[in-house]
């Protein structure tokens, strides 16, 4: 029997543990209270964000109709569709970077595959403290080695990320990992227990002690104790994790699986109640046929281990033989632990011995709901009544593109992405370093369009104008390489959310993000939430939602890189932009020269932003553009750098400031502003007729400049501000991170516990 | 015509060279399963790239015991036509079917992206379609792509100019800055004796498309192709 404070320390409060005392009308056993504290986490029960993310109305409806599913699915014409996911891996990766990661990177295929979709891609969104201390650059190598090796040997590629350094994220880095799959739309397979006496198959790694109660973890601020969370932290086999994917494809072609589910948090105990309580039905189990890796354990350990690489098979009946050949093909274990029962109870047996029976939907409908305060942060009315305006002009601005281009958030991201396969499955059209990745369907003329993005900065100064421009920002992004924008996944990282100012600043992004998702027609299909970012050392994070987005291309032959081509080319600038104080409000400028983080976030008009991206699709598909590449971090200036570098061929940019409400030259060139894009074209008999077109959607297409030369030159009203060499702009941008990385003391720095 | 691509679990480029050779170079392939001992009247055995049992103990040490590389071993010794690439040349290395080793990347990381390759030698079955001091534009993604080995052997690939390819600059100019993995002498690919066995750590089934980069890699696999139908597998 419990002991009176065993709840506390398994993280469930006295009002729970009341709730849990009346729902089993007696005292739970020790099994029993760890399958309710693993599945009452927020981790597993969103029993905080549940409210707010009903805000996304795909969340809503399936939530209601009860067929919330492992990872979301959007049709990419009538015979396939595409699966996403993004979930993150922040907490693991905080004390044992390489399995962190890797596990994080195991754990979302795993969802995919669940719905029977072949993964094909990965991505991940990754934030970390500054470079220059010894521990971030560990956290940073493992971080990036964990997800490289993974991907790597289970053969899917990845694509896409993004990164950026902040001191918020010392000692809690965030690491979401995103996984895409391709699944025949009559193929989709589903997470549920049915049929009365159908049997339960447990198939791949033997069970062990590694990651009990993980969950859980997760589920609490990062403290000066985490160090000893290691064991809590699972351990990756991606060997494995290649072996479980092919089989399980093999396997639900047989059609013999009814239902099946991945193990990944909270293990058995969650595979088992969600795939039971989502079809209305019962299971009983024997741990004793578990699989273990060690002896000894107890029903309590076996319950709540988060061993990788493991999944739940709902396997019909008679057909037992069928799908366990296929397994063992593979050299993977596949044992009958139970069957489905029709009592709605998760019976768990330890040989004769009962060590738990609880209803399957206690576990999981009845997790309880808080609806919590929240209050708008005290910081907020201070810094955001600060005018980003009122800042001296800096003495060159050739030295700020060159400081720009240099930070380590805004570099060239070589070195890591080329630890990465983004190759293998050979349908990567464009690799990392475009605007978005863009791979090909094979069998179709179809492609598909991926992009990660969000920016914490803004969100911290405004969380509902912030997560607005994460979306429309991934979305321009994959408009950019020509694909129309067409679902979205999370990934929604905040601190503690029991502190009201921490909830006002995620319910004001869920927000945002729903708003946003609305007017650009791309539904939020999946997606989750890390709470509890912080560290007493350095604070919470920054609010962080990240966006996944997935784009689609009908014809991908009509598809747009970033980079200047050809001498020549005239240059010009799509913007239906309206911001009076010229992005330059939590932009990197600011950050970068002035030491401010602060003012207001660059507006965004988002039935204008829409408009811009139907312009863009628009005229890609008509094939007038030679590129297109949109202004984001570090505004246009270093838009047209990275043009220029990625082409290996420079530019002149005549502007005027009277085009820019006469602005500052550091607004004009610097500032954030959002809903532009700049594209060059063939010859100038394209401007008039881009011109025009533009005009149809309200969109402002501006002459800036001419394609050509080895240098970067930037004129405003007459007077050439920027005259740079590429190769000077080049080595400040591809050696920023390697000087970091190569050149500092990189081993492992682990702090004494 | 027949092309047979070896699965050994773990491989994840075996999809790959099955497609490219399926439908780029429209020839007919199959894939052919670790555990069985017959080749199936192929002409022509691709080993793939990818993890073979994980690679845990050392890249390609457990494939070559598979039950196939068996009857691979002995195709090859009759003197048919055998590319391994990436983890298929560090088995054929492990099997002794081509001499050497390929150890970690000089930097310790794994490397993905496009390389040059300068042909070294066009008169084999896997280069015909080249010419020498030609630059392949072809990807690499390994983390244990570092060629290595004893003085004779190197004497030997030298002297039989069995080495094929060499990572070089755009403009084929051989420098320590365009060597991704340390290898010695910048070797890519290699040959063994009799010149029928190949293998190397870019990946050509990666670029047989526009598409995708690059469709350099068309020239070799359309070569070993050629050679099968015109009987022809010697060269040097």
């Known amino acids: 029997m419990a002991e009176t404070t065993l709840h506390r320390e398994l993280g469930l409060n006295d009002s729970e543990y009341a709730r849990i005392q009346s729902i089993m009308g007696r005292e739970p056993t020790l099994t029993e209270l760890g399958m309710f504290s693993v599945m009452w986490s927020e981790h597993c029960g969103y029993k905080y964000s549940r409210p707010i993310l009903s805000l996304f109305r795909r969340y809503r409806e399936a939530q209601e109709k009860g067929a919330l599913e492992n990872a979301g699915i959007t049709p990419l014409d009538n015979q396939f569709g595409i699966v996403m996911k993004m979930e993150s891996h922040n907490h693991p990766s905080a004390v044992e970077p390489y399995q962190g990661a890797a596990t994080g990177v195991g754990g979302i295929l795993r969802d995919i595959f669940t719905m029977g979709a072949r993964p094909i891609a990965n991505l991940n969104s990754l934030r970390f403290g500054p470079l220059d201390d010894a521990h971030n650059r560990y956290l940073f190598e493992r971080v990036v080695a964990g997800i490289g090796d993974y991907g790597n040997c289970v053969g899917v590629p990845t694509v896409a990320g993004e990164i950026y350094f902040h001191r918020c994220y010392s000692g809690n880095p965030l690491v979401n990992a995103m996984a895409v799959g391709l699944v025949p739309l009559s193929h989709i397979a589903s997470a549920k227990a049915e049929g009365i006496g159908n049997l339960v198959l447990y198939v791949g790694s033997s069970t062990g002690k590694d990651g009990i109660q993980g969950a ?101 009946k008679g057909e037992e033989d069928k799908v366990s050949r296929v397994f063992t093909k593979w050299g993977l274990q596949a044992a009958i632990i139970g069957k489905v029962t029709g009592d709605g109870f998760i019976r768990v047996m330890d040989g004769d011995q009962e060590a738990a029976c609880i209803p399957a939907r206690a576990l999981t409908d009845q997790c309880p709901t808080y609806h919590l305060d929240a209050a708008q942060p005290a910081y907020l009315s201070e810094l955001t009544s600060l005018d980003p305006l009122n800042y001296s002009e800096p003495d060159s601005y050739e030295d700020v593109l060159l400081r720009l281009l240099n930070q380590p958030s805004i570099a060239d991201k070589s070195w890591v992405t080329q630890q990465y396969d983004s190759m293998v499955q050979t349908q990567s059209a464009y690799l990392p370093g475009a605007d978005a990745a863009v791979l090909r369907i094979h069998g179709t003329k179809r492609g598909i369009a991926l992009k990660v993005d969000g920016n914490a900065r803004y969100c911290f100064l405004d969380p509902y104008v912030g997560a607005q421009v994460a979306v429309a920002e991934a979305a321009r992004n994959v408009v950019c390489v020509g694909a129309r924008p067409a679902a979205v996944t999370d990934c929604l990282n905040f601190a503690n959310p029991e502190k009201t100012e921490t909830f006002w600043q995620f319910q004001r992004a869920v927000e945002g993000i729903a708003a946003a998702c609305d007017v650009l ?36 032959h009509n598809r747009c890189d970033a980079r200047f081509c050809q001498e020549g080319n005239p240059i010009l600038l799509l913007r239906s932009d309206s911001d009076p104080t010229g992005g330059l409000g939590g932009s990197e400028y600011l950050a970068v020269v002035h030491e401010i983080e602060a003012g207001r976030p660059p507006a965004i008009d988002l039935a204008a932003e829409k408009r811009l991206h139907q312009l863009l699709l628009t005229l890609i598909q008509q094939k007038l553009l030679v590129s297109a590449h949109d202004c984001s971090d570090g505004g246009l200036a270093v838009c047209l750098a990275e043009k220029a570098m990625l082409g290996r061929i420079g530019a002149s940019i005549l502007l005027r400031s009277i085009d820019f409400d006469n602005l500052p030259p550091s607004a004009i060139f610097f500032g954030e502003t959002q809903s532009r894009i700049v594209v060059s074209v063939r010859s100038e008999s394209y401007i008039k007729m881009l011109e025009q077109i533009a005009d149809q959607y309200q969109v402002k297409a501006q002459w800036i400049g001419t394609v050509g030369g080895g240098r970067l030159r930037l004129s405003l009203d007459g007077k050439e501000i920027v005259n740079l060499p590429l190769e000077t702009m080049e080595r400040r941008w591809r050696t920023a991170i390697p000087n970091w990385m190569d050149g500092a003391e990189t081993q492992s720095v682990l702090k004494a516990v | 015509m027949k092309v047979g691509v070896i699965v050994f679990p773990g491989s994840n480029c075996d999809q790959d060279a099955y497609h490219a050779f399926r439908d780029n170079l429209k020839q007919p392939v199959e894939l052919i399963w670790h555990q069985e001992t017959d080749l199936k009247g192929v002409d022509l055995v691709v080993l793939p790239g990818g993890f073979s049992y994980g690679d845990y103990l050392r890249t390609g040490a457990i494939a070559r015991f598979a039950p196939i590389m068996r009857s691979v071993e002995k195709f090859a010794r009759s003197g048919k036509l055998v590319l391994g690439i990436c983890n298929g040349f560090q088995v054929l290395c492990e099997a002794g079917l081509l001499p050497g080793a390929l150890v970690r990347n000089a930097g310790l990381k794994f490397v993905c992206r496009y390389v040059n390759l300068r042909v070294e030698n066009a008169e084999t079955a896997l280069t015909a379609h080249c010419r020498v001091g030609q630059v392949l534009r072809i990807p690499i993604a390994h983390g244990d792509g570092c060629y290595v080995c004893d003085e004779e052997s190197y004497e030997q690939l030298s002297r039989n100019r069995q080495v094929l390819f060499r990572y070089g600059e755009a403009d084929g100019r051989i420098t320590l800055d365009s060597n991704p993995n340390g290898s010695m002498d910048n070797i890519a690919g290699i040959a063994n004796e009799r010149f029928n066995v190949f293998g190397m750590m870019p990946h050509p089934e990666r670029a047989t498309e526009k598409l995708l980069g690059s469709a350099d890699g068309r020239l070799l696999l359309s070569s070993l192709i050629e050679s099968v139908i015109n009987g022809a597998r010697t060269g040097a």
């Open chain 1, 216 to 316: 859980s973890f997760a589920s609490v601020e990062i403290g000066p104790d985490s160090e000893s969370k290691r064991p809590n932290v699972q351990m990756g086999d991606p060997f494995m994790e290649k072996l479980l994917i092919e089989a399980t494809l093999e396997a639900l072609a047989t059609g013999a699986i009814t239902g099946i589910q991945d193990m990944g948090a909270a293990g058995l105990t969650c595979s088992t109640c969600e795939t039971a309580a989502k079809a209305c039905t019962g299971m009983v189990i024997d741990i004793q046929k578990v699989p273990r890796r060690e002896a000894n354990m107890t029903p309590f350990e076996v319950m709540l281990s988060e061993s990788q690489e493991r999944m739940l098979c709902i396997v019909q």
């Open chain 1, 521 to 556: 027609e791309t539904p939020v299909i999946s997606g989750n939430v890390s709470f509890y970012n912080e560290t007493q050392e350095f604070g919470p994070i920054y609010p962080t939602p990240t966006i996944g987005m997935l784009g689609i291309l009908d014809d991908i």
